[in-house]
DNA sequence: GCCTGGTATCAACTCGAGTAGATCACTCGG
DNA sequence: CCGAGTGATCTACTCGAGTTGATACCAGGC
């Protein structure tokens, strides 16, 4: 019957089959394509006030709806930003991912997700993906320290890297200064009198180093401070879990532990809970991102809070908003410490 | 070198501006642009070895990749889907939409993705705007228990509706039984000897009746209990949050609480712990979804577990897969009981 | 009455790929 | 030695919208 229902509706007044295109409005409005598409746009030219009531009349009864497709073709520009992250579970990525799709919508365009799964090649073929798509541009927060340029040199679609610690010659590449937000909070850390401070550092496929690993040596080195028992594993929960049992078996157990993701400091605090401990009572905990969990964990965790939604919008305007004719450049965001109880603040 | 070589093959017969198309791939290996299309999708006739051979090196050579816009424009099908959730920042919609781009990617589709942010307007917008995309369905997951069935019908796309309770005649829609689920995990409360059991049932725009509500109620009186105390507040932390503290404030004081969503179970949590007593000794909490947060959380949550993968793939393939042509209906999955410890087992 | 200048509109071409129908080159049987 | 038959390939049209370079129309000035 619903099925019925677009028969009979199709008998009195709209297509009778497929979808309605710019001609049907043209002959419904008694005018020439050029001036369908000249009012759609407010073309190129203008049209005469009475016939334009016409052809929005025409394109309201129709239900008329321009084919992206075709104007894709035309233009050259699909007004679709492609997204690939490697995976949307994680609470950070699906902030991020809120965000630009915020800041992509609010100039017109829509968003193409693609998870990479902390695998090299489906990230690879994602872009090529997105690529033959015609995207506009893809951000790409690769699972590699550093990304795999190659291939978004040669798909040549304007790009930016996300998560990007360095300057990548070449490419716009958004970051925040990890070195100096690890500092923030192992400073943090030791304002509280820890002398022992552990890190749980997250890896990568690549496994090159990161900026929060030498921020964590630089605080303790500064303060004349003896490194810590360090562990990599996963940046998620689970890896998290596995650091923190890691850490509370070190022979030299940290009475602090600094973590490169709010996610594994979910981890560790299960880990520390189990082995009858307390939080920041028996270890004191600080992390990194700044996602909606951590405030909600127990205790509320003491993180360095990325500017997300900044980024978001530097990202997609340097794509296709004010910046896109700009030169590339990197752009470093600043961290802030959000101090809540891990830590041992009350 | 592998950014030589394009360079130098760039100099020598490569593309001198803009994109390669299928006109250089024939020209470049001496054949018409119908043979190269032929290679391209294993077209409809056949192709000699060798003439494939020099389609394919041309390709390599050029680096040529076909247009998408142009293809979609041909071919009536873009290749693409649209998901629209309200907040990919909920842990279960960002499950749910890793899943359905698994599941997408699988079948060679990609997946567009947009926030309604729990509001109307946002939602029937985003739809309009999947519809002009010529995306081949779309998948919503509707802030209304009662989705804007008309901007669906007269978009006329193949559409999924999801997280539907209720059968919606003329489309296919999913869900989980959630009386069942919630029945379930009360009658699980009930058996751990409590008497009074609160409900925190999170809201919609549209204010109709959920069958986790339902569930509850059903629970309840087969055990022959009264009613506990009722809250409506958002489905998310926040939410929950005030539905502890409105709940633990209440005349009759519940000694078990069941909430219908994890989220509002996270909130709940803190709560509860705010007021000084605990889960489950003091309270014992029970919720719906079985988000990967509530494993993490403290502790861990009983849960409801929707089979997010399964219903995933049940909605892409309704629409791409193998149900496409199958007439519209309605599929009911069944929930499982996650027993952890929030609801006092060990 | 005729020309000028402007305005409103239109026909026709384009974007890149899919494919039906025509064309060409061969081989083989008679 | 020729026609039929079989492959391989090409030509040309199509999808729907944007846009340029005509064209039609009308008012006003001489």
Redo the contacts between chains.
């Keep these: ?3 019925m ?2 028969m009979t509706s199709t008998a009195t007044q709209a297509p009778r089959s497929g979808p309605v295109t710019r001609k049907d409005v043209a002959r419904y409005a008694g005018v020439s394509t050029a001036v369908v598409s000249y009012v759609v746009n407010g073309g190129p030219k203008r049209v005469a006030p009475a016939t334009e009531a016409k052809v929005q009349d025409a394109i309201r009864v129709l ?1 008329y ?6 104007r ?2 035309k233009l050259g520009s ?1 007004e ?1 930003l492609g997204l690939i992250i490697p ?3 994680n ?1 950070f990525f ?2 991020f ?2 965000a630009v ?2 800041a992509a ?1 609010a100039l017109g365009y ?6 990479s799964d902390g695998n090299v090649a489906r990230e690879r073929n994602n872009v ?7 995207v506009d541009g893809v951000l790409l927060a690769s699972v590699l320290f550093e990304p795999d340029l ?1 291939s978004l ?2 798909a040549d679609i304007p790009s930016v890297l996300l998560n990007q610690e360095r300057d990548a010659p070449g490419f716009n590449s958004i970051g925040v200064d990890l070195a100096a937000g690890a500092r923030m909070a192992v400073e943090h850390l030791i304002g509280h009198g820890h002398t022992n401070i552990g890190l749980a550092m997250g890896t990568n496929v690549s496994g090159s180093k990161d900026g929060r690993e030498q921020g964590w040596r630089d605080a303790l080195r500064d303060a004349g401070l003896r490194e810590g028992p360090i562990t990599y594993s996963e940046f998620d ?1 689970s890896g998290g879990y596995v650091a923190g049992q890691r850490l509370l078996a070190s022979v030299n157990r940290p009475t602090a532990i600094f973590a490169s993701s709010d996610m594994q400091a ?2 560790i ?2 880990a520390v ?1 189990e082995a009858g401990l307390d939080v920041p009572g028996d270890i004191a905990l600080a992390c990194f991102d700044g996602s ?2 951590s ?4 205790p509320p965790l003491t993180t360095v809070v990325q500017p997300v939604t900044a980024m978001a919008e530097a990202a997609v305007a340097s794509l296709v908003g004010a910046g896109r004719g700009e030169p590339p450049r990197h752009r470093l965001f600043a961290t802030e410490l959000k101090v809540r109880q891990s830590c041992g603040c009350p």
Tied chains: 1, 2.
Excluded: C, F, K
């Design positions: 019957m619903a099925s229902d677009p239900g709806r321009p084919n992206a497709a075709a894709a073709l699909s679709t995976d949307i579970t609470p699906s902030l991912a809120h799709e915020d919508a829509a968003l193409v997700l693609s998870n090529r993906n997105l690529a033959a798509r015609q190659a040199e040669t929960r979910i981890g605090l299960r809970r909606v969990e405030e909600y964990s127990w």
